[in-house]
């Protein structure tokens, strides 16, 4: 049965969460596919921006849902279970990842169908991001996939190489500020930003 909250600032209305809702860390949150009777749960997050990992078009009602609150959608498709199993595209997730690890794009949720597989991987790596031990991470996932967790999956996870990252974090600088462990919010300044201050001309006296 899916969690029922009341909200109590519009006359006892049931927000509905979408399934296998949870938070990430302040400002990213994952799910399963929102219903239409969870977009009155998704509007009390303030959304930026959501990660769609799938590869089906987005439904039309849901995008003008998106649009009429202006919330970017950032579609990313990835296969789901397939005969033979497709292998997760590395160069896919590493594009989601740096949508992910943007905090102007935050709040954000992510989400494919069951907010389990494609959902747990981008989030393992996310973690791996934040130097979590590998071991919490691929616990993280076998939790959130509950019985029908992925060994490929683990192993995408663990052989993730999350430097290179590296190359598209050059203009901006990430930091790990005052949330401990478990919850470390991202912050960010602009390189160039900073640069140009230091290197800001003087001003000059007039002729």
Not at 16 to 29: K, L, Q, W
Not at 42 to 66: F, M, V
Not at 180 to 188: E, Q, S
Request: overall charge neutral; charged content about 25%; proline content about 5%.
């Amino acid at each position: 049965m899916g969690l029922l909250i009341e909200d109590d600032n519009d006359g006892g209305e049931v927000l509905i969460p979408p399934a296998n809702f949870s938070m990430v860390e302040d400002g990213v949150y994952r799910s399963g596919f929102p219903q239409l009777e969870n977009f009155g749960f998704l509007s009390t997050l303030n959304l930026k921006s959501i990660i769609y990992l799938c590869a089906e078009p987005y439904p039309e009602e849901n995008l003008r849902s998106l649009q009429s609150n202006n919330i970017k959608l950032f579609q990313f498709g990835i296969q789901g279970k397939t005969d033979p199993p497709t292998p997760m595209p590395k160069d896919t997730v590493l594009s989601a990842l740096r949508v992910l690890v943007d905090v102007r794009n935050h709040p954000i949720l992510i989400h494919c169908k069951q907010g389990k597989h494609r959902t747990g991987c981008l989030v393992g790596c996310l973690r791996k991001v934040q130097n979590w031990c590998l071991s919490s991470v691929l616990e993280e996932y076998q939790k959130c996939a509950g019985l029908k967790w992925r060994q490929r999956d683990l192993a995408f996870i663990e052989e993730f190489d999350v430097h290179g990252l590296r190359q598209c974090l050059y203009s901006i600088i990430y930091q790990y500020n005052g949330y401990g462990l478990k919850r470390r919010k991202l912050l960010y300044q602009e390189e160039n930003l900073v640069v140009q201050e230091q290197h800001k001309p003087q001003a000059t006296k007039g002729w």
